[in-house]
């Protein structure tokens, strides 16, 4: 009975480990700590690395950089599947226009570029590929400057340096002051006006949004961007627009020291602000048209009326069933002249608030003549003429889609048309008689407008 009772005494309980447990415990325990510890050791020796085939890439105005890869490599090896996004800069592009280019590398890690594009005027950018795991590796990409400039002067075509790249101007202005310092303006089609003194660098004078632009007092400009007015010289020019109404359009210029705008509203009202004061309405509603009016007025048109800011009811009913589709004016001395073209096809004049009478017929476009003779400069596709004189034939196989032209100090006139192969032409009488039609640009011109003492200022096409 003893001897039973020593054999229970000395088995093991329930709670209490054996041996064997404690061993078995330990040999699991001591594997798993030392792999935990070793495994971040082997990822953090993992180095993935760009490189590109180039120390640089060159290429030419208009042309394209073909050939270009990266390499991926893992610890120095060549490294297939690893994603890999590549950007360009500086008016660079692939082909197809898109600036940055996603791709998977192949066996041997390299990513193979599409052509890159370069523009047509040429500069310096960069580009760069980014994957995970590896930083940001660059290239320069560089082009020689393209001679021919975006931006130019009728007689100069290299007066302006080249405009920011992958920027395209969309319509421009310029004149000179006192001291015959140039002021030029464009807008780019980035939404942004550009302005360059006395031609220096072209440097953003707005903010993004700009829809609209208009030369004001001479060297200036007056932009909106839809909901608000501002001017080159001040961006915070001018107060808010009125509750509920968007800016289509803008002019205004100076009446001594006094500035005065005028913005064509959403609700199709002029309104208008003098010395910088809250804007109020100066026409009816229903206008479909404005323009600067000298003296710092404007003038404008709902259609089947012409009206003044200064005066609502200044010019005479229009002939029986014609409609006004634009509207100018201009003075010389005290006489005040209107312009504007009709429904028909004829331009139409009213002399100190006279009757209208027709100028010409089969008129595409005019603009007011800036030479102070209170003339229009117009062009019904096949011919250039103005109020008061005819100029020499187009040349052969050229039509006219839009004509200016202004005066120097001494009275001389030069006529400019943009000619439908893209050349920007001029007739001159400093001469005597007007002269024949010369180019007076490069090629590709797709804008243009009046620059003071009888010049044009112009952009070209900056797509290749």
């Not at 393209?146 to 931006?151: E, P």
């Not at 004829?346 to 595409?364: F, H, I, L, N, P």
């Not at 603009?367 to 062009?379: K, Q, S």
């Amino acid at each position: 009975m003893s001897h039973d009772i020593e054999q229970h005494n000395t088995a093991p309980s329930a709670s209490s480990p054996t041996r064997r447990t404690v061993l078995a415990g330990a040999a699991w325990s001591v594997p798993v700590v030392a792999a935990a510890s070793m495994a971040p050791m082997a990822s953090a020796s993992d180095t993935t690395a760009l490189a590109f085939d180039k120390s640089t890439y060159n290429g030419t105005p208009c042309g394209t950089i073909t050939g270009a890869y990266v390499t991926v490599t893992v610890n120095g090896v060549a490294t297939a599947g690893k994603s890999v996004t590549t950007t360009l800069s500086g008016g660079y592009a692939f082909s197809g226009g898109s600036t940055t280019n996603t791709q998977t590398s192949g066996s041997n890690g390299r990513v193979s570029l599409p052509a890159i594009s370069v523009s047509s005027q040429g500069g310096s950018g960069t580009i760069s590929a980014l994957t995970a795991g590896s930083p940001q590796t660059s290239a320069p990409l560089s082009s020689n400057t393209a001679s021919t400039k975006i931006v130019g002067i009728a007689r100069n075509n290299s007066a302006f340096p080249a405009v920011p790249a992958g920027i395209i101007p969309t319509a421009v202005s310029g004149a000179t002051d006192g001291s015959n310092t140039v002021y030029a303006h464009f807008l780019g089609n980035d939404g942004y006006l550009y302005r360059s003194v006395g031609y220096g660098a072209w440097a953003k004078t707005s903010p993004s949004g700009v829809t609209a632009f208009a030369k004001f007092a001479t060297t200036d400009a007056i932009y909106t961007t839809g909901t608000e007015v501002g001017g080159s010289w001040n961006n915070n020019a001018f107060p808010a627009l009125p509750s509920g109404v968007t800016a289509k359009d803008v002019c205004g210029t100076k009446s001594g020291t006094t500035p005065y705008a005028y913005f064509l509203g959403s609700d199709q009202r002029v309104y208008q602000s003098v010395n910088y004061g809250a804007w109020t309405p100066v026409s009816p509603s229903g206008v479909v048209a404005f323009a600067e009016f000298p003296g710092a007025r404007a003038i404008y048109s709902t259609g089947s009326t012409v009206g003044g800011s200064w005066s609502s009811s200044a010019f005479p009913a229009l002939p029986a069933g014609v409609t006004a589709k634009a509207v100018g004016g201009s003075t010389n001395g005290t006489t005040t002249y209107a312009h504007f073209l009709g429904s028909d096809g004829y331009a139409y004049r009213s002399t100190d608030y006279g009757a209208w009478a027709t100028v010409s017929s089969g008129v595409k476009s005019f603009t007011e003549f800036n030479g102070g003779n209170g003339g229009i400069i117009y062009t019904t596709g096949t011919a250039v003429a103005a109020g008061w004189s005819s100029f020499p034939a187009l040349p052969s196989g050229v039509t006219a889609l839009a004509a200016g032209g202004g005066s120097d100090d001494y009275n001389n006139v030069a006529i400019h048309f943009l000619g439908s192969d893209g050349y920007l032409y001029e007739s001159n009488n400093s001469g005597g008689p007007y002269s024949g039609w010369s180019k007076t640009s490069p090629s590709k011109v797709i804008t243009f407008g009046e620059f003071n003492k009888g010049g044009a200022i112009y952009a070209v096409r900056s797509t290749c």
